[in-house]
């Protein structure tokens, strides 16, 4: 390489590494007067100081903190069972949605019948129903327990919409691919095992997290079960003292379980989108 033209990478080098610094400071002056001067414009009205101590006290923020914890490892224990479940059940529904063997017509219609109804009802009427009218059928030998009904609920909700996310994962798979696993040898079963799924099942991680992330918040809605989680801890606590600062210390909880699984979904995001990119650039 002449010296040239390593004069002219290190100028392109400083050049690039300037104008990245000039962004980032560009970036930074914007994010500081967008922020400050939202915050200014809401403390600086006449109704700030009762909207302080309605939302934002200190002292009821430590109070119900303790309670509110206690009450939000429910929620946690709650997401991971019905988590489970709804990896295995929504997996299940988008094979069966996604085989074409005619001897397997009934299952599928019955598996599309089920994902368009439940995808179609809010999430909130279903632990409603389920919640009050299981109980109300009185059936021997089912669970009334509330939080056995709300995971059920729950779990009947979100199958519904990840059984869609998995099912597209196994459509993203090019049909070539069970024809070479045909081709060598292997059964439908385990080309779909062994080929199909685990190229979908990667193609779909980001929007499954994402799925899982809304999963996380919705969990809250067994409050209308009477089940004492983080936010009807806070609910009670609100209305004990009219101070709605418990909420807010509960929707804290929230975000410090949502916000890092957030990042780890973009950071998932960019490294696909690379990997893609790459892919492309070989071909």
Same mark, same amino acid.
């Given at each position: ?12 080098? *400083? =050049?690039?590494? @300037? +104008?990245? #610094?000039?962004? $980032? ?8 007067? %967008? ?57 299940? *529904? =988008?094979?069966? @949605? +996604?085989? #074409?063997?005619? $001897? ?8 599309? %019948? ?170």
């Amino acid at each position: 390489m002449s010296a040239a033209e390593t004069s002219r990478r290190e100028i392109r080098s *400083v =050049a690039r590494r @300037r +104008s990245e #610094r000039r962004g $980032a400071l560009i970036a930074l002056v914007s994010t500081i007067i %967008v922020i400050g001067g939202g915050t200014l414009f809401v403390i600086t009205r006449d109704g700030w100081p009762a909207v302080e101590e309605t939302f934002f006290s200190a002292e009821a923020f430590k109070t119900s903190f303790p309670d509110i914890l206690r009450g939000f490892w429910i929620d946690v224990k709650l997401f991971l069972v019905v988590e489970v479940f709804v990896l295995i059940f929504s997996l299940l *529904v =988008a094979i069966v @949605r +996604s085989t #074409r063997a005619p $001897a397997a017509f009934p299952f599928r219609l019955l598996a599309t %019948v089920y994902a368009d109804l439940f995808r179609g009802v809010p999430t909130i009427l279903i632990v409603y129903l389920v919640g009050f009218g299981i109980p109300a059928l009185a059936l021997p030998g089912v669970p009334n327990d509330p939080i056995i009904l709300a995971a059920f609920a729950l779990t009947l909700s979100y199958t519904a919409y990840v059984s869609e996310v998995f099912r597209a994962g196994i459509d993203s798979v090019h049909p070539g691919q069970r024809g070479a696993a045909l081709a060598v040898g292997l059964s439908r079963v385990q080309a779909m095992r062994f080929v199909i799924l685990p190229q979908a099942v990667r193609n779909v991680v980001p929007p499954l997290l994402n799925d899982f992330i809304s999963l996380q918040k919705d969990v809250a809605l067994v409050s209308v079960l009477g089940i004492v989680e983080a936010f009807r801890v806070a609910q009670i606590e609100a209305a004990s003292t009219f101070n709605y600062t418990p909420l807010l210390a509960a929707a804290s909880l929230y975000v410090i379980v949502t916000v890092p699984l957030s990042l780890f979904l973009d950071r998932m995001q960019r490294r696909d989108r690379g990997r893609r990119r790459l892919e492309e650039a070989r071909r």
